[in-house]
């Protein structure tokens, strides 16, 4: 069963159900809706430049300036440790490719099994 199946179901269920009520429990249900429909809001219609303006305006206290710097220094930190880390990847994969380009590394070492510890003793010398 598939979910518009599932809800034409559930349609024709809540439709039947509806000629059981009695009419005065009908009566009911249809002031309350009434109720709850004029008791809506109506959307607003304000341009987004302004309803920004309206937040910084009014949300920026001393604190909320503060929470936001705070904020902003830690993304700008995470975004340089990551932008260092990737330096420092890069600089260890170099080091690797010129020592393999440049032939300084025995043929032993390429068909040896433990070529990745031979990896990692030559990069800590």
Do not use: C
Not at 61 to 89: C, E, I, M, N, T
Not at 113 to 124: A, G, H, P, R
């Amino acid at each position: 069963m598939n979910e518009l199946h599932f809800a034409f179901r559930v349609r024709q269920h809540l439709n039947q159900s509806l000629q059981q009520i009695d009419d005065d429990k009908l009566a009911r249900l249809k002031a309350a809706r009434e109720a709850a429909l004029s008791a809506q809001k109506a959307p607003a219609t304000v341009p987004s430049l302004a309803s920004a303006g309206h937040y910084l305006r009014f949300n920026f206290d001393s604190r909320g300036l503060r929470f936001s710097l705070a904020a902003l220094a830690l993304v700008l930190a995470a975004a340089l440790y990551v932008h260092w880390q990737g330096d420092k990847l890069i600089a260890e994969l170099s080091d690797i490719d010129s020592a393999l380009l440049s032939d300084d590394v025995p043929m032993e070492a390429l068909v040896d099994k433990d070529f990745n510890e031979w990896l990692k003793n030559s990069q800590e010398r």
